[in-house]
């Protein structure tokens, strides 16, 4: 029978020390295992769909019993009064607060129907009513760049000076190609030299991106084809969710006075 770390860890801090009271389901040198604790544990593997009958009761109780014997054993020790442990310890507790403030949150604030609607006529926006297919070369300098067009201008194949020069490991090996991507894919200063070009075209100059200098060829065009509602949903809600924890923690920071000490 397995049970996640996680929750064995949670069950060994809520076994304190207290008096024997009546709301226990065992006890180990007459320390009690508390059956808010057992209860926990059922509930979280009844949510994961399993059956807690008699024999999982009985295996949920001998682990936390174990537990207990290992927590009093490192108690004897002094382990509990190590640097260390102090602070894991508080850390532990502090990433379970605000692990469960932030669960809290989300859903307190769920996001609407109409709020992913609205994300997702943002996203066809940013798709573009146009999709390319392109082949670049890629290169550390402007010069090099220049260098390229110029063979190219000469009657050099594209593909072979991609493979030969290229420093784009996902493209060089196929000649450049890039396949057929979105505006909304690539860069701006890219994307905004791709849709400057004719079918079949390479950039007249360098195109320069935080990525270094690129030489593009245009390859094909179409018709745009974003994804369909139901496909991105989830994760048009993610973002938004995430959004939504971004400006809480900026709120937080806003109204909090913060002393960096270190």
């Known amino acids: 029978m397995k049970f996640t770390q996680t929750l064995i860890a949670v069950a060994i801090l809520s076994l304190a020390p207290a008096a024997y009271a009546a709301d226990t389901v065992a006890t180990v040198n007459g320390k009690p295992i508390k059956q808010s604790v057992f209860d926990y544990i059922a509930k979280d593997a009844t949510a994961r769909g399993q059956k807690v009958d008699a024999p999982v009761k009985e295996a949920i109780i001998n682990k936390l019993v174990d537990s207990e014997l290992v927590y009093q054993e490192a108690q004897k020790l002094g382990l509990d009064k190590q640097p260390d442990y102090i602070a894991r ?15 809290d949150f989300v859903k307190k604030n769920p996001i609407s129907d109409a709020d992913t609607k609205s994300a997702y006529e943002q996203y066809k926006k940013a798709y573009g009513e146009k999709e390319y297919s392109a082949r670049h070369i890629l290169v550390k300098t402007e010069a090099e760049a220049k260098d390229v067009i110029a063979q190219l201008g000469k009657g050099g194949d594209f593909a072979k000076i991609a493979k030969d020069k290229s420093m784009d490991p996902g493209s060089k090996d196929k000649g450049g190609d890039l396949g057929w991507f979105s505006p909304a894919a690539m860069v701006k200063p890219f994307s905004d030299a791709v849709a400057g070009l004719q079918k079949g075209a390479v950039s007249p100059t360098p195109v320069q991106t935080q990525f270094g200098w690129h030489v593009i060829k245009l390859v094909d065009t179409r018709p745009s084809q974003p994804l369909t509602y139901d496909k991105v949903k989830d994760g048009l809600q993610k973002n938004l969710q995430q959004r939504n924890l971004e400006k809480m923690m900026a709120d937080l ?4 006075k913060v002393d960096i000490t270190k």
Do not use: D
């Open 89 to 103: 310890e508080e850390l532990s507790r502090r990433e379970l607060l605000t692990s469960t403030f932030l669960q």
């Open 253 to 256: 920071r806003s109204k909090a």
